[in-house]
């Protein structure tokens, strides 16, 4: 494998005396899905803010396109193609989708996202005020936003949330089509078949810690990862083709 | 690889940067009337500078309450924000305060 494209190393921050990152790490590769799985609360929204630079930490630093930080701000990540898609409140409610679009466009030079948007359900959305948008035309309406950027690196906090498992279905074909542009991400979420699907690689969140679990197959066999997350049922991977 | 370029950077999207402009307007216009009610129709330097200042927080705050994320990952900051209201309010206080001393301090 290449060297990462994206990389939050050995991160630690608390709240409150509480250890919600401890040695945390995960890599994004060019042109692969990194699924980062985890109970609720064990700190993967914290790790992704910490790389994305919106939350600092007390130890731990990121890299991205070829520079190193120890404070990251999401400004100048975003000004290199990195892309934080949030669990919520990515849209302004201020403008309608048709204006986020342009607005990205003209600050970024991004791609086309009219075929995105069409293939989302959104055509007939573009010019309403995205405060008025259900929780799952929204999640779509911020996919759309990722896709149009033509991220270097997204990482997408829990983008299957809410979402009708038709539309998870073509997010997640959306998802692998930027991977294969070449786009490196690092997607989380408990929706385990969905991301099963798409990921090349599965990181497991437990207590603030990171384990790489390889493949999608090989963490279905973990045993720790079978018995502290999965579950007993039976997990196969089936792959999405991208 | 689809960076984002200097010219963006100074001036990333003229639609934000109108709205910013106007709320700075509105808001820096609100101020003098209200300083003109309490009777100072020419207020010190002092007090030119933070009615600049305020006027620069309110604009930050109103785009880190609703757009910080969105245009954060278009690379815009919300200082940018901070920073276009005070170049908009001292484009209209400095010209102000010399107009004002010009025509109402000598009388």
Redesign the interface.
């Known amino acids: 494998m290449s060297r990462p494209i994206f990389a939050v190393e050995g991160a630690g921050k608390s709240f409150g005396g509480r250890a919600v990152l401890k040695s945390a790490s995960v890599w994004a590769y060019a042109g692969r899905i990194t699924a980062l799985f985890g109970r609720n609360g064990c700190g993967k929204s914290t790790l992704l803010k910490f790389g994305a630079g919106l939350t600092g930490a007390e130890y731990g630093s990121v890299q991205f ?1 070829g520079r190193a930080y120890l404070r990251a ?4 990540l ?4 990195l ?2 898609l ?1 669990s919520e ?7 309608t989708l048709r ?2 679009l342009h ?2 466009r ?5 791609a086309d996202a009219m075929p995105t948007v069409e293939r989302l359900g959104l055509a007939g959305l573009l010019d309403q005020d995205v405060g008025e948008f259900s929780g799952g035309e929204r999640r779509r309406a911020e996919v759309s ?1 990722a896709v149009a ?2 991220p ?1 690196c997204l990482l997408a906090d829990e983008p299957f949330a809410g979402v009708s498992p038709a539309d998870a279905e073509v997010l997640g074909g959306v998802f692998r089509e930027m991977a294969g542009r070449g786009c490196a991400m690092v997607i989380t979420g408990h929706e385990v078949p969905q991301l099963m699907r798409i990921a090349d690689d599965v990181v497991w969140m437990t207590e603030g810690s990171t384990h790489h679990l390889g493949t999608p197959a090989q963490a279905a066999v973990n045993e720790q990862f079978r018995r502290g997350y999965l579950g007993p049922g039976r997990w196969t991977v089936a792959r999405t083709p991208g | ?4 370029s200097l010219a ?2 100074l001036l ?2 003229p ?2 940067f109108w709205r910013i402009a106007r709320t700075t307007v509105v808001l820096w216009a609100a101020f003098h009337v209200a300083l003109a009610v309490l009777g100072v129709v020419v207020p010190a330097p002092p007090a030119s500078a933070v009615i600049v200042a305020v006027c620069a927080a309110a604009v930050w705050m109103d785009l880190a309450r ?2 910080h ?9 919300p200082g940018w924000s901070a920073w276009v209201a005070v170049a908009v309010g001292c484009a209209l206080e400095v010209p102000l305060q010399i107009a004002l001393r010009l025509l109402i301090v000598p009388a």
Do not use: E, I
């Open positions: 396109a701000r999401l400004p100048d975003a000004r290199d193609g892309f934080y949030p409140g990515l849209l302004s409610p201020r403008m204006q986020h607005a990205l003209f600050v970024t030079g991004g936003l950027r033509a270097v | 690889m689809n960076q984002v963006r950077r990333p999207y639609p934000l609703g757009d994320l969105f245009f954060s990952n278009l690379g815009v900051s």
